[in-house]
């Protein structure tokens, strides 16, 4: 059974860093388009970064420059690491897990999620 479980969120200031972590078991990551998303309160799911089996990584605009996704198939484990956190970022985070994935920022390309994290930035 794939199970992902999240890790990391917490709150802090803006202009600050977090470094979510999402292990997995069940599955072998490689092989797998892995990806974060975020919903906060009253608003839709984003997709937030995505990456695939290769390393390549896609960003949605509003976290271009200040996010890092990375993967580390040994451990079964995805990251993201935030900086420059802004209150816009505040929501809860989930990490998700998919195969043949074509846009990495979608949800429906996803089977695979976890219970989420909870980042709170403030201002």
């Known amino acids: 059974q794939v199970q992902l479980a999240e890790s990391g969120g917490g709150s802090v200031q803006a202009g600050g860093s977090l470094r979510l972590s999402c292990g997995g078991s069940g599955f072998t990551s490689k092989g797998w388009s892995m990806a974060w998303f975020r919903q906060a309160p009253g608003k839709e799911r984003e997709g937030v970064a995505g990456i695939d089996p290769d390393g390549r990584a896609q960003y949605t605009d509003s976290v271009k420059g200040r996010f890092t996704i990375t993967r580390d198939n040994a451990k079964n484990t995805l990251y993201l690491q935030m900086n420059s956190l802004e209150p816009e970022d505040t929501a809860m985070y989930y990490c998700?897990?998919?195969?043949?994935?074509?846009?990495?920022?979608?949800?429906?390309?996803?089977?695979?999620w976890g219970q989420g994290t909870q980042v709170t930035v403030s201002s």
């Open positions: 998700a897990a998919g195969r043949y994935v074509a846009d990495h920022l979608q949800q429906v390309e996803y089977s695979y």
